[in-house]
């Protein structure tokens, strides 16, 4: 609402992700609530219950029928071991029939089993789609209710991380993990009861290698959850500094800021690089270890088994029933281990999610709030004896007491950060007063709701906003429901029909994202035609011919005086000449009046607004 140097100065400095208070780059921080994280993220799996439950189910009887394969093909060893010793004493043949039915019947098996699995990843990935898109839909919500100051304080990047990345790695978890975890515990229970229907020494064995996988894999998680915590922080602080400057490139080539951008956005990729590389590492040897490990037990098992078999304790079709088992075991024990380490990165993103959601909100509005429309406004504005502070040690805005009649219009002056646009923060309810009260006839704004509130102001920035869309749709921005007509009709107030007949499409020219497409005061005459649409009955305007030629200036100002005439207005100035007319002139200096009056007579008392006013045109000169 004002220039930057005083936005800087009035307001606390924004953040960076993972930084200071608000979280100084703390390497080696564990996710601070790993089960409250999950059971959080497991609640929004509720609306889901009956579809995860019917994959549960395909998942069980997947995995069953996967495990009953290695058996019954051990039924049809033995047949063809049998059948060929026969077949050699000359007593008998081997029994193909039987053989091709039973490994006809293990074809059927596998088959419904991939089926199964079909359906599993098709419904799953609709649940994954539908907790995902609620997270997004809590997550842009909740940036509606968060107060101003959360966003002094906090990295733009860092919350486009949050929504971005870190709900990214919750969906593939959810699409990836979650039936591998049902998979998992089936094939581990399942497998281990049939090779104990073939040998229980034989499994008592195999399951040696629980334990050596369970204390390699919590040392590998120890190590990797680290790193997975500092990856989604700096992936965050990469991001922030990118949206920054892709949002500000004009500047940094008007500075020539482009080498230290490099190199700081290079700091920050280099330290993202550490955390990746070392997280990834450390989870990529989770699979050879295990293997590894069940690589020694497959050793034993081979061993010891031919040793049983030599004895005819087991079939040759039992020894390789085992052996495939023990290869399958191997498997969920692996899984379990790659689930275990992903598990900690999906904490990690689900506590930045929830973090973020969990935060303080804007002060509920009164159940009976309301306002009156504009229209029947008049327009009344008090603050009483008004005090605020950004931090709770520093006072911006002091004792703060003025009364302003419908109609009036107020210009506010000062010197960078008097406190010129927290007031006017404070007249919308941006920030709530820390003491006093600040009304609209009569009534206090923390009485309003705030859309009812804020739909009183119509507001006209130095830094214009315009988004990617039509020029009608940016102007509309100011009453959704206008008509075209009504529109055009803004636009000739505002003194912008004329150049936007000029361009290619005319109302209907869309513009781009940075709207650059047309110049700065094009553009300062846009969020001029939105304001007048709105039809508000308070102004605030912030030096709003500031960013036009003299020419220009000369009609939106008569544009800016028929607006004005009758409604009441604060005018935010920086050149002193644009508010001579003005019926009150408040000059503000440390957050307090130190001078009122009108032009003429502050400039008779030859005071502080006297210096502002004679130090612009020694400049000038």
Partial sequence: MSGAGERRSESPRRGHPGRGPMGAMRPGERAKDFKGAMVKLIGYLGNHRRTILFVSILAVASTVFTILGPRILGRATDLLFSGMMELIAGTGSIDFTKIGGILLGVLGLYAVSALFSYLQGYLLAGVTAGVTLKLRNDLGSKIHRLPLSYYDQTSHGDILSRITNDIDTIGHTLNHSLTQ??????????????????????????????????????????????????????????????????????????????????????????SLYQAAWKSNFLSGLMMPVTVFIGNLAYVAICILGGYYAVRGVLTVGGIQAFIQYVRSFTQPVTQVANISNILQQTAAAAERVFEFLDEAEEEPEKAAAGAPRSGAAAGSVLFEQVSFGYEADRTVIKDFSIAVSPGQKIAIVGPTGAGKTTIVKLLMRFYDVTSGAITIDGRDVRQFKRSELRSLFGMVLQDTWLFNGTIADNIRYGRREASDEEVRRAAVVAQADHFVRTLPGGYNMVLNEEADNISQGQKQLLTIARAILADPAILILDEATSNVDTRTEAFIQKAMDNLMRGRTSFVIAHRLSTIRNADLILVMHEGAIVEQGTHAGLLAQNGFYADLYNSQFEIAG
Wanted: charged share 15%.
């Fill in 181 to 270: 975890i049902i998979t998992a515990a089936i094939s581990l229970v399942g497998i281990t009861v049939m090779m104990l229907t073939i040998s229980w020494q034989l499994t008592l064995a195999a399951l040696c290698i629980i334990p050596l996988t369970a204390a390699a894999v919590i040392f590998i998680v120890k190590k990797s959850q680290v790193h997975f915590a500092d990856q989604q922080r700096f992936l965050g602080s990469v991001n922030g500094h990118v949206e920054e400057m892709l949002s500000n490139h004009e500047l940094v080539k008007a500075f020539s800021g482009e080498e230290e951008s490099l190199k700081t956005f290079g700091q920050y990729n280099e």
